[in-house]
């Protein structure tokens, strides 16, 4: 049996396309910057903490496109990429098409004001661990309702939501 291994011809394309990612991971390093500041933290750890905790609310997008989500139209034109190994593609139409996703079942405000909240306890509590994580956590969210009004002109409806409608279908669609 012979494995095959899909060459990548442009890391380049791969990062500028997929530069929102790269936002967050500079976030979560930000917030590190912050806090060792203006309030003493050295644990050298943290930085790979926060920098995992402003990546972790994207898992919903995971988690929507293999479980609650699998039957929209977003979650099976992404399957589609992934089986025909359409890489550029698929990277281009998470980029377009993220923003259109309004049924993730993390990304609104109560999660956004609960992070918020935690964040605001454990400095209060000094407990450095998860003042890093829920920070990381807020900053991700509050950068993604930016980006939204940024993209969109408008807050996404996802973060109206507190938890997911069933059986809506987004309009997210792809047109190379």
């Not at 995992?52 to 992404?78: C, M």
């Amino acid at each position: 049996m012979r494995i095959r291994i899909s060459r990548v011809k442009s890391l380049g394309f791969f990062l500028w396309h997929g530069r929102h990612e790269l936002y967050h991971v500079i976030l979560g390093v930000f917030w590190i910057y912050i806090l060792q500041r203006y309030w003493i933290i050295g644990d050298f750890k943290l930085l790979w903490v926060s920098v995992f905790a402003s990546l972790l609310p994207d898992a919903d997008h995971i988690f929507y496109v293999l479980t609650y989500g699998r039957k929209e139209k977003y979650a099976v034109s992404l399957k589609v990429f992934i089986k025909d190994r359409q890489w550029r593609n698929l990277w281009i139409f998470m980029e377009k098409g993220h923003k259109k996703n309004t049924a993730l079942a993390t990304h609104n405000y109560l999660v956004t004001f609960l992070c918020l909240g935690a964040t605001l306890l454990s400095i209060v509590e000094k407990w450095e661990m998860t003042t890093v994580l829920f920070g990381s956590m807020f900053f991700h969210y509050l950068f993604d309702i930016a980006d939204d009004i940024m993209v969109l002109g408008r807050v996404n409806d996802n973060w109206k939501h507190v938890r997911r409608a069933k059986g809506v279908r987004n309009d997210a669609h792809f047109h190379p």
